[in-house]
């Protein structure tokens, strides 16, 4: 599985920003799928994950109301709206999927569940 994340860039705080990560070669309709960020001097962070057969995203709480994550699986891309970003949100984006698995308790959250990963997209919000 190969990603290719698209859609960062320089914005005002408020704004807003749609992220975009397409995936190729196999995927694993089945498997999950994810947004971690990293902001300057920090380590990876969960953003948001969700399964290619869809149902309900799973979101850090404090990014909840602000951050929406989506898929077209026909067109196997994910998404993450970015609403009413903040200074605090500017860090490197980076999308993730994982194979088929079982998942435990708040695995999805961890960057050790995802097998593969896109090259990140910097977001830069300006106060």
């Known amino acids: 599985v190969q990603l290719q994340a698209s859609g960062g860039g320089l914005v005002q705080a408020g704004e807003s920003l749609r992220l975009s990560c397409v995936a190729s070669g196999r995927t694993y309709p089945s498997g999950s799928m994810a947004w971690f960020r990293q902001r300057p001097g920090t380590g990876r962070e969960f953003v948001a994950s969700m399964t290619w057969t869809g149902g309900s995203p799973f979101y850090t709480e404090s990014l909840k109301g602000r951050f929406t994550m989506s898929r077209d699986g026909a067109e196997k891309t994910m998404y993450l709206q970015m609403d009413s970003l903040k200074a605090e949100d500017t860090a490197a984006y980076y999308c993730?999927?994982?194979?088929?698995?079982?998942?435990?308790?708040?695995?999805?959250?961890?960057?050790?569940?995802?097998?593969?990963w896109g090259q990140g997209t910097q977001v830069t919000v300006s106060s």
């Open positions: 993730a999927a994982a194979r088929p698995k079982t998942r435990y308790g708040r695995d999805y959250a961890n960057t050790a569940f995802y097998d593969y």
